[in-house]
């Protein structure tokens, strides 16, 4: 039988959590696993009523009478705001500081407390309502990572209107489709928003924008970076102006465990992008268990997800996960690179850091610049780091194990989506013995699986494609306006109780999960399905390596041949002999079958918006083919950069 997707790298690493790691957890075994897969409904419901605060507590659980259409805790009442602020401060706990932000410019640093922020968000949501802002309305967002982002969020969630936050890094038109998709009526903004030193003018891009968005009535303006903006009468408000002024007292409104809180547009490649829509209830408890779970969250801890609010690691890990278990957290303006790659190592220092969570994209870029960037700096305060966004290369794990963890900090490697709301695959700090580059295994009350073609399992030891099983409270309930496309994208492929993922994965004899990318980038090479994942990290094994990226291109012999983009880590030179000994060296990780039969040295990468490198531009480079659309990279110049780099190579 042919594989859906064999499996060739081997690891072998096994780090046990630390005993003093354990000894304090908030998770020290695991009894959990049983109790969840016991009664995966009562496990649920009984964290519902634990750990949310209702205004009426439900007593349906879980309504599966028409998959995939699910209902969670239908008959309950609460406000996600209330969960994050008001039950905080009502307790005793307003003076925690909520965030310290750090703005890009050096030495900007604003400290809010849960009472601070529980008084901007209502005044925030006053000024809203007083622009016509209602219960069900949607009420776009784009602004720079600011704290007026969250609290503007938290404020439309008090009002029952569901953002739809747009990561600042958008084009105009970008912008504009999501706002007509989703039909809102206000919008709020910055004039700019910092990024590597330079203002990105939000304020020039939605007034471009909203030429073709005529549902918009209102647009709520921060002032940031100052530079003189056009001025639309009538439209346009100075948060200043308003908020300030507002008062700070707002009752948040009674929502029902299934009403919208946010949408939040997944950009894809080239399709449409989709709406995720994410419910109150059930969003807000995967927040809150997975966060306490995965990140052994303490009243002392020092939190920081180096994430955007763009994106949902924001939501569910800057925002609602972390405000609803009243931890501290710090939020920071900028990117890891400016002023230089030493920023993020001088915040943890200087702020006592204990739990850092970033991305693969960001911890390999890390490599690449050089140690030097954070050995002067005292990362002691560190004891749990968390990885987001995309598999992990062992390599790259390693050296965030050892130079940024000393070697005694667990990893949690989270593997998760838009669509699933929070994190379903991933390590128990205090239980689970972690392996560089597995995301090892399902959260409690999660049941995840790989299948092949046909949707049955496949013995462990082999790859094929992750599926989840269950429903699972913080789940997507559909995609905004477009049910048949929910269900023919997610629930079609193996029935409409199985929620496709998209992602290939292989289990190994343990039972743990190992990530190896979207199947549609999988390779078909002389009759093997292998994945991109292992080739890239197979080459970034090699000490020379900093990063790479793996896809198949049209061969006339073989059908595909593996074509890799290397790039070095900086002061290596490319040359004849590095490129052969990397092929080589491919050759005796894998097998001889996957060496790559193009290779090519790159200065970057094709990544979007959110860090995630796009395969099928490359593919269109190692084809010599006109390149596809690039609109939705982070830099459209650098695919015509790195195709002069091919072509010079390739003597093109
Ligand atoms: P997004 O919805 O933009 O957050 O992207 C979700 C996709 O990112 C997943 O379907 C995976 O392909 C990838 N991803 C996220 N986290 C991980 C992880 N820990 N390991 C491997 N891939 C990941």
Redesign the pocket.
């Known amino acids: 039988m042919v594989e859906a997707i064999e499996t060739l790298l081997e690891e072998r690493r096994r780090i046990p959590p630390p005993a003093a790691f354990t000894a304090a957890a908030r998770v020290a075994d695991a009894t959990i696993y049983d109790e969840a897969a016991t009664d995966f409904r009562a496990f649920w419901m009984g964290h519902a009523l634990r750990e949310i605060s209702w205004f009426r507590e439900p007593t349906e659980i879980l309504d599966d009478r028409n998959p995939p259409f699910y209902r969670w805790f239908a008959d309950g009442e609460l406000n996600v705001s209330y969960n994050c602020l008001d039950r905080h401060v009502a307790a005793g706990g307003g003076d925690k500081v909520a965030y310290t932000w750090i703005g890009e410019p050096a030495d900007e640093e604003r400290v809010l407390t849960y009472s601070d922020l529980l008084a901007e968000v209502s005044r925030c949501a006053n000024a809203l309502r007083e622009l016509g802002v209602r219960k069900g309305d949607r009420v776009a967002i784009y602004m720079g990572m600011v704290p007026e982002l969250p609290v503007a969020m938290l404020a439309c969630a008090r009002l029952g209107a569901a953002h739809s936050v747009v990561f600042g890094g958008f084009s105009a038109a970008a912008l504009a489709d999501r706002i007509n998709d989703a039909s809102c009526n206000v919008v709020i903004t910055c004039d700019g928003a910092w990024r590597r030193g330079q203002v990105v003018p939000l304020k020039v891009l939605v007034d471009e924008a909203l030429v073709s968005t005529p549902g918009v009535e209102h647009v709520l303006v921060l002032r940031r970076t100052g530079q003189e903006v056009a001025w639309q009468e009538g439209r346009d408000v100075w948060w200043h102006d308003v908020v300030p002024a507002a008062s700070p007292e707002c009752a948040p409104e009674r929502m029902n465990a299934e009403d919208v809180l946010y949408l939040l547009y997944?950009s894809g490649t080239t399709a449409k992008p989709k709406g995720i829509c994410h419910t109150t209830a059930g969003y807000l408890l995967g927040c809150i268990m997975s966060h306490q779970w995965v990140f052994d969250v303490r009243p002392d801890d020092v939190y920081w997800c180096a994430a955007d609010c763009g994106?949902?690691?924001g939501h569910s890990y800057i925002v609602y996960g972390p405000l609803a278990n009243h931890t501290t957290g710090v939020m920071y303006e900028g990117t890891p690179e400016h002023p230089s790659w030493s920023r993020h190592w001088e915040i943890v220092q200087r702020h006592r850091v204990s739990i850092y969570y970033t991305a693969p994209t960001a911890i390999r870029a890390f490599v690449k610049a050089g140690d030097e960037h954070l050995a002067r700096f005292d990362l002691s305060s560190l004891r749990l780091l968390g990885?987001?966004?995309?598999?992990?290369n062992p390599e790259a794990w390693m050296w965030y194990h050892s130079r940024v963890g000393r070697g005694e900090c667990p990893i949690v490697?989270?593997?998760?989506?838009?669509?699933t709301g929070s994190i379903m695959i991933a390590p128990l700090p205090g239980v689970t013995t972690i392996k560089p580059g597995s995301?090892t295994r399902a959260l409690p009350g999660v049941v995840a699986q790989v299948v092949d073609e046909q949707g049955a399992e496949v013995p462990l030891g082999s790859g094929g494609y992750l599926v989840l099983k269950q429903p699972w409270p913080s789940m997507l309930r559909t995609l905004w306006g477009d049910d048949d496309r929910f269900v023919s994208t997610y629930w079609s492929r193996f029935g409409r109780d199985v929620y496709f993922?998209?992602?290939g994965a292989r289990r190994d004899e343990d039972g743990d999960f190992w990530?190896l990318?979207?199947v549609d980038d999988v390779i078909n090479v002389a009759g093997h399905r292998i994945s991109t994942t292992e080739i890239e990290s197979a080459l970034v094994g090699h000490p020379a390596v900093a990063e790479a990226a793996a896809i198949g291109a049209h061969d006339a012999i073989k059908g595909e041949q593996i074509c890799a983009f290397v790039i070095l880590k900086d002061g290596i030179d490319q040359s004849v002999e590095l490129r052969g000994a990397l092929v080589a060296h491919v050759a005796t990780q894998i097998g001889k079958f996957a060496r790559p039969g193009m290779l090519l040295f790159t200065t970057d990468l094709p990544k979007t918006r959110?860090g995630?490198i796009m395969r099928r531009l490359l593919k269109d480079v190692a084809e010599g083919r006109e390149l596809g659309d690039a609109t939705t990279l982070r830099d459209p110049a650098i695919v015509l950069a790195i195709k002069s780099q091919a072509d010079a190579q390739l003597g093109r």
């Open positions: 997944t994106w949902v690691t990885t987001v966004g995309e598999p992990i490697d989270t593997w998760w989506q838009t669509e995301a993922t998209g992602d990530l990318g979207r959110s995630k």
